[in-house]
């Protein structure tokens, strides 16, 4: 079946640092990719998202780019900052009706001062 | 005005008691879901509902049971509680289950059974 497969965490940074969490898929057809954060104690939030091949989903200085080539919707930002500490989900939607969201396992990112 | 709200937030209970989550959405959306996350964070598919319709019934416990009474609410009701039910509890929607596109989701309820 349809799955998502996200680098193991945690992740800590330094403030200003660069971020990058892997994210690839397994998925027939064309889903749509998509990046939720969740903050302590919060529910998910969206963060980015991707409906075709070479789609770049972007906000709040984070972004992802849909490669079909290589099955992978990674994460990046320039420059993290503490408000940036959560935990990010890649996500996946199969291209048919009826389905729901399937999740990787989730990063813990921490960013400390 | 919070787009989709769960009640309760927090939830301690006794095994073998029955609970409620209650959920309702404002979006206007006719699929909602709901998730359970577990101690590590993972988010797992547990049902959803398209316009009152059961849509999604994952290998959930038949202690489990949705309901929901028109398609801006989608309750979750839970019988016999057992230690290994403890987890957060998301509810989500979405447009429409054809639509294939994010969700929205609820602040979480956290479940602790004892």
């Known amino acids: 079946g349809d799955s998502v497969t996200q680098m193991e965490g945690p992740v800590t940074l330094s403030e200003e640092a660069f971020l990058t969490i892997n994210c690839t898929y397994t998925?027939?057809?064309?889903?749509?990719l998509f990046w939720y954060v969740q903050y302590p104690g919060e529910g998910l939030q969206l963060l980015l998202k991707?409906?075709?091949?070479?789609d770049k989903g972007s906000n709040k200085g984070f972004e992802a780019t849909y490669r079909k080539e290589t099955t992978s919707f990674h994460l990046e930002k320039g420059s993290v900052q503490v408000s940036d500490s959560a935990v990010y989900f890649c996500?996946?939607?199969?291209?048919?009706?009826?389905?729901?969201?399937?999740f990787g396992k989730g990063t813990t990112l921490s960013v400390s001062s | 005005d919070t787009a989709v709200s769960q009640t309760p937030k927090y939830l301690v209970t006794q095994m073998g008691n029955d609970k409620s989550i209650k959920c309702e959405q404002n979006?206007?959306?006719?699929?909602m879901y709901w998730y359970k996350q577990d101690s590590k964070k993972f988010l797992k598919i547990m049902f959803s509902?398209?316009?009152?319709?059961?849509?999604i019934n994952e290998t959930v416990p038949n202690r489990f049971s949705p309901k929901s009474p028109d398609k801006a609410h989608l309750n979750l009701h839970i019988n016999s509680l057992e230690l290994g039910d403890s987890a957060v509890y998301f509810c989500?929607?979405?447009?429409?289950?054809?639509?294939?596109?994010?969700?929205?989701f609820g602040q979480g309820t956290r479940l602790t059974v004892v």
């Open positions: 989500a929607s979405s447009p429409h289950f054809a639509m294939n596109t994010e969700a929205f």
């Open positions: 996500a996946l939607i199969p291209n048919q009706a009826g389905t729901a969201l399937i």
């Open positions: 979006l206007g959306h006719d699929t």
């Open positions: 998925a027939t057809g064309y889903p749509s």
């Open positions: 509902y398209n316009n009152k319709e059961l849509i």
């Open positions: 991707a409906t075709k091949a070479d």
